[in-house]
């Protein structure tokens, strides 16, 4: 079993196959490493794929306290696989908790990033949806205490944009649900705590977007609400970034449509590896509607 340890100490389990420039997966809050079995299977035919377990998730490392969780330590954390591997710039591809991690990532680690994969990305970050945001990050963590994990998945499994899932793949969202409640339930409590509780808003960090120069691809359902507006700001102030909606989609992208998702996220790597992928024309940019002067 492989190993990567983060600074605190923190070990993180990961896995890899395949050769050539590499890819790392960060997963989201409801999936682990195994979520990332269908990006692995496909990518890892062209590239060196690694998918880790974030601190929480076992057999990673279960820090006892939420301090030990935090949105640097996820950030930093994806710094500590690279590491662990001989790696000094690869792709990072993270979805929703993980495509916060890889966001962050770009901010604190620029020069080891080769690109930034940004899926689902935005749950709480519109300011009016803060307090709520934060209620609920503290009403999931106290459920996971209260009722164990495998409650909680019957229960978390069919929120509003996961629902598409189950509706396009019966099977696969069975295994998704299964999969969830093998988690840690202290794990995943101290995650909502410490991770997705205190995280700073989107809105809030409109500048460290605008100094991000990382090719970047931001990927999202359009039925995925909270991350739709989100998406959006990301693209305006990012100037390497450009925007995937995929349709008729929630927020499980990877699983819920894999040979889309590959598609989008597979055009995105071939272009940064050519070195096509463009920073935005400032002409694009202007108060003007049509370009002409009035």
Same mark, same amino acid.
């Given at each position: 079993?492989?190993?990567?340890?983060?600074?605190?100490?923190?070990?993180?389990?990961?896995?890899?196959?395949?050769?050539?420039?590499?890819?790392?997966?960060?997963? $989201?809050?409801?999936?682990?490493?195994?979520?990332?079995?269908?990006?692995?299977?496909?990518?890892?035919?062209?590239?060196?794929?690694?998918?880790? =377990?974030?601190?929480?998730?076992? *057999?990673?490392?279960?820090?006892?306290?939420?301090?030990?969780?935090?949105?640097?330590?996820?950030?930093?954390?994806?710094?500590?696989?690279?590491?662990?591997?001989?790696?000094?710039?690869?792709?990072?591809?993270?979805?929703?908790?993980?495509?916060?991690?890889?966001?962050?990532?770009?901010?604190?680690?620029?020069?080891?990033?080769?690109?930034?994969?940004?899926?689902?990305?935005?749950?709480?970050?519109?300011?009016?949806?803060?307090?709520?945001?934060?209620?609920?990050?503290?009403?999931?963590?106290?459920?996971?205490?209260?009722?164990?994990?495998?409650?909680?998945?019957?229960?978390?499994?069919?929120?509003?944009?996961?629902?598409?899932?189950? =509706?396009?793949?019966?099977?696969?969202?069975? $295994?998704?649900? /299964?999969?969830?409640?093998?988690?840690?339930?202290?794990?995943?409590?101290?995650?909502?705590?410490?991770?997705?509780?205190?995280?700073?808003?989107?809105?809030?960090?409109?500048?460290?977007?605008?100094?991000?120069?990382?090719?970047?691809?931001?990927?999202?359902?359009?039925?995925?609400?909270?991350?739709?507006?989100?998406?959006?700001?990301? /693209?305006?102030?990012?100037?390497?970034?450009?925007?995937?909606?995929?349709?008729?989609?929630?927020?499980?992208? =990877?699983?819920?449509? *894999?040979?889309?998702? =590959?598609?989008?996220?597979?055009?995105?790597?071939?272009?940064?590896?050519?070195?096509?992928?463009?920073?935005?024309?400032?002409?694009?940019?202007?108060?003007?509607?049509?370009?002409?002067?009035?």
């Amino acid at each position: 079993m492989a190993y990567a340890t983060a600074e605190d100490g923190a070990r993180l389990y990961f896995e890899e196959t395949g050769s050539g420039e590499t890819v790392i997966f960060v997963h $989201e809050f409801a999936g682990d490493m195994r979520s990332w079995e269908p990006q692995m299977r496909h990518f890892g035919r062209m590239y060196r794929c690694i998918s880790y =377990n974030a601190r929480g998730y076992p *057999p990673s490392d279960v820090p006892d306290s939420p301090t030990s969780y935090s949105q640097a330590r996820a950030a930093d954390d994806i710094k500590a696989v690279l590491d662990a591997v001989g790696v000094q710039k690869a792709h990072i591809v993270g979805l929703s908790m993980g495509g916060f991690a890889t966001l962050h990532f770009g901010f604190r680690h620029a020069a080891s990033a080769k690109s930034l994969c940004v899926g689902g990305c935005g749950y709480g970050a519109e300011p009016d949806q803060r307090e709520r945001f934060k209620a609920e990050a503290n009403t999931i963590a106290d459920f996971l205490t209260s009722a164990g994990m495998e409650k909680f998945a019957e229960a978390y499994a069919y929120g509003p944009t996961r629902v598409q899932f189950e =509706n396009k793949d019966p099977r696969g969202f069975a $295994e998704f649900k /299964k999969m969830l409640g093998e988690h840690s339930a202290k794990g995943s409590a101290n995650t909502q705590l410490g991770v997705q509780r205190e995280r700073p808003s989107l809105y809030s960090l409109v500048e460290d977007m605008k100094k991000l120069t990382v090719p970047t691809l931001i990927i999202t359902g359009d039925e995925d609400w909270p991350c739709l507006l989100p998406g959006i700001l990301m /693209k305006q102030n990012i100037p390497s970034a450009a925007l995937a909606v995929m349709p008729n989609a929630g927020h499980t992208i =990877n699983l819920e449509d *894999p040979d889309e998702f =590959n598609r989008i996220v597979g055009s995105f790597l071939a272009q940064v590896e050519s070195g096509r992928w463009p920073n935005r024309d400032p002409r694009a940019v202007t108060a003007s509607i049509t370009g002409m002067k009035t």
